[in-house]
């Protein structure tokens, strides 16, 4: 058997939440206005969740997810535990 270790690279990333002081990202705003990323609100205007349209289909992003633009330019979500587990700050790699 053959082991394989994922190259490093560096990925944009955004927090999704309903905090005013955390305004997306010029690539998430454009990728609404597109129609790639669809934000559900609530009667208060309040996020609730997202809809990012994937090559592999619609995938749902929840309150407290992350929204990564990957090295082509996708765009996904992640679960906050799961992106924990696989990326950290890229300051700390210099």
Not at 17 to 46: F, K, S, Y
Not at 48 to 56: C, F, K, N
């Amino acid at each position: 058997m053959t082991h394989y270790r994922k190259k490093p690279v560096v990925i944009e990333a955004y927090e999704f939440n309903n905090r005013r002081d955390n305004e997306p990202p010029n690539w998430l705003i454009w990728a609404r206005m597109l129609g790639v990323v669809q934000v559900d609100v609530d009667r208060h205007l309040c996020a609730t969740g997202a809809t990012i349209q994937t090559l592999e289909g619609p995938m749902t992003a929840s309150i407290g997810d992350w929204i990564i633009k990957g090295v082509k330019g996708e765009i996904y979500a992640c679960k906050p535990d799961v992106f924990a587990m696989t990326y950290e700050p890229a300051e700390s790699l210099q």
